[in-house]
């Protein structure tokens, strides 16, 4: 069965970040697909610098705030919800977000299954270091 939703790739222009999708993609919807693509455009750059100053200000801490990391999986999840909604699903997602704000892939994996283990940043105190977190042995917070 074929995936429903529009793949789309964000490629770089020089310094300018640019949603694209295949051209039989865009034939095969009939529909106004560039009015999409722009906002997804315009929603991936903002989602880019807010993620960016977000790492940036948790690197120079004197240790990484595990409310800092959960609010970059949480940008990044509602991010992917919003394509979703649009009806795209963005290609290597992981990979192309983490090479945008410059961390791996592995990283990026690592943060996302952070946020979606926890699902409130309540549940996530900036006292216990993140590594006590990334190993598990910070019991899930039950409401």
Known sequence: MRNPKLPVRIVRQGDILRATSSIDSLYESGQNIRHKL???ECDYRALVKILRELYSTAKSAQRFDPRI??????YV???????????????????????????SK???????SFRKRFSSISFVDPSIPLSRY?????????T
């Open 38 to 40: 722009d906002y997804i």
């Open 69 to 74: 990391v959960w609010l970059i999986g949480d």
């Open 77 to 103: 999840i509602s991010f992917f919800s919003r394509l979703d909604a649009l009806g795209f699903y963005l290609v290597n997602q992981n990979e192309t977000i983490a090479h945008d704000i410059s961390i």
């Open 106 to 112: 592995s990283s990026m994996q690592r943060i996302l």
């Open 134 to 142: 990334r190993d598990k042995k910070v019991p899930l917070k039950r």
